[in-house]
């Protein structure tokens, strides 16, 4: 069974472009989960999807993120305009939500965004 | 989700036992305790979880306090691979937020 897949594995950007990462959760997973590390800190929260469905969008930095998940199954995650401390890595991660809870979330490799 | 305390690195020898210990003196009734590693550039990686009860998988056992107040990630034989950061995470069972909180964990080097 594949894992959860993102790309790309690699962005390098000015700052004030648009970039797009994209995550393709492992299927029948409708949880969906966007995490990051900018250099030197812990991972931090983004936001969670149940199906097409935003859970909780709270650790969204600002509004030049946007996250969709259109048809509850891959997701996207925009930034634009892209700034200098967006640079970090990006993961993605996905669980399905059975009889535990919200399920053990299995990670993909991740994107490194680095914005020059 | 109640706050854990890790030691920030260990070593270990290869092919030896590895004992990683969990300080979480304020866990709730309802918290599971979660251990993720992270490898070098991957992204974490479930490890195992347990609430009351130790547990046992195939990468590692998890040997949980009576009070519940700490715990230990016990990895039976130490491979160069197991080299990576453990993140003891708790996790409230059907709480309102699904997400993890990652702390800065305990980064394990094993020598050949």
């Known amino acids: 069974e594949a894992g959860v897949t993102q790309f790309p594995s690699h962005s390098v950007i000015e700052k004030g472009q648009t970039v797009t990462l994209r995550c393709d959760p492992i299927s029948g997973h409708d949880n969906l989960y966007w995490y990051r590390r900018v250099m030197g800190k812990e991972i931090k929260f983004l936001l969670h999807f149940v199906k097409e469905s935003k859970q909780d969008e709270s650790g969204m930095p600002n509004n030049r993120f946007l996250a969709e998940r259109t048809g509850g199954t891959y997701s996207t995650l925009k930034v634009q305009p892209a700034e200098l401390e967006d640079s970090g890595v990006y993961f993605c991660?996905?669980?399905?939500?059975?009889?535990?809870?919200?399920?053990?979330?299995?990670f993909g490799p991740g994107t490194r965004l680095t914005v020059t | 989700d109640a706050k854990t305390t890790q030691p920030n690195s260990m070593e270990s020898n290869e092919e030896e036992p590895v004992h990683l210990p969990c300080n979480h003196s304020t866990i709730s009734g309802t918290d599971y305790i979660h251990w993720y590693r992270q490898l070098p550039s991957q992204g974490p990686e479930y490890v195992i979880h347990g609430l009351t009860s130790n547990v046992n998988n195939r990468m590692a056992s998890l040997a949980i306090a009576e009070d519940r107040k700490s715990s230990t990630l016990i990895l039976h034989r130490a491979t160069l691979r197991d080299a990576a950061v453990y993140y003891c995470i708790l996790k409230e069972y059907g709480g309102s937020q699904g997400n993890l909180i990652f702390g800065k964990g305990t980064k394990l080097s094993v020598k050949p």
């Open positions: 991660a996905s669980s399905f939500a059975g009889t535990r809870g919200w399920g053990e979330q299995y």
